[in-house]
T-cell receptor, first 115, second 113 residues
Framework: KAGVTQTPRYLIKTRGQQVTLSCSPISGHRSVSWYQQTPGQGLQFLFEYFSETQRNKGNFPGRFSGRQFSNSRSEMNVSTLELGDSALYLC??????????????FGPGTRLTVL | AQSVTQLGSHVSVSEGALVLLRCNYSSSVPPYLFWYVQYPNQGLQLLLKYTSAATLVKGINGFEAEFKKSETSFHLTKPSAHMSDAAEYFCAVRGYNNNDMRFGAGTRLTVKP
């Protein structure tokens, strides 16, 4: 079974631009979660989507948004990029939502650099 | 709210020595605990998880962790370190009925030849 895939792997943008990152979950997985990883803040939960609905949201400004499609693929968007948005963005998929024992499988991440 | 604290941002061991990475959790209800490993420029890979079925959990690559409620700990161990174990390790906790994983700050493991 193919793992979680994320595209693109690397991205360079300038301040004020917007960016869209894509995540394809493992086949059959319906929950997709997004995390931001930075050296200063570590791994932080952004949001989770299940059945095309946002189920949970972390403590991030409204510039960060996402969506999920009927095939469970997910995208996250960051508008009006700031230097502090430079990070590794990780996507994780799991079978279900609201089931804490389910394993989250992570993709390789998208490295976003904001200049 | 659940949280985890990893003691030691950097641990260095010699090849063949015991690996011990510490994690303490804070939770008002029994938590679900996970250990993940991250190699450079890669995502996170699950090593093992505690879901209350057994207090001693065996994972991949020879790692194991023991859930100790009295100490609120979930330390990760491996009897004999290998060079390929050099990576960053994250402890994480998730509460009931949510997919919101809370991660520790991570511990970077260095293995010396």
């Amino acid at each position: 079974k193919a793992g979680v895939t994320q595209t693109p792997r690397y991205l360079i943008k300038t301040r004020g631009q917007q960016v869209t990152l894509s995540c394809s979950p493992i086949s059959g997985h319906r929950s997709v979660s997004w995390y931001q990883q930075t050296p200063g803040q570590g791994l932080q939960f952004l949001f989770e989507y299940f059945s095309e609905t946002q189920r949970n949201k972390g403590n991030f400004p409204g510039r960060f948004s996402g969506r999920q499609f009927s095939n469970s693929r997910s995208e996250m968007n960051v508008s009006t990029l700031e230097l502090g948005d430079s990070a590794l963005y990780l996507c994780a998929s799991s079978l279900r939502t609201g089931t804490s024992t389910d394993t989250q499988y992570f993709g390789p991440g998208t490295r976003l650099t904001v200049l | 709210a659940q949280s985890v604290t990893q003691l030691g941002s950097h641990v260095s061991v010699s090849e063949g020595a015991l690996v011990l990475l510490r994690c303490n959790y804070s939770s008002s209800v029994p938590p679900y605990l996970f250990w993940y490993v991250q190699y450079p420029n890669q995502g996170l890979q699950l090593l093992l998880k505690y879901t209350s079925a057994a207090t001693l959990v065996k994972g991949i690559n020879g790692f194991e962790a023991e859930f100790k409620k009295s100490e609120t700990s979930f330390h990760l161990t491996k009897p004999s370190a290998h060079m390929s174990d050099a990576a960053e390790y994250f402890c994480a906790v998730r509460g009931y009925n949510n997919n919101d994983m809370r991660f520790g700050a991570g511990t970077r493991l260095t293995v010396k030849p």
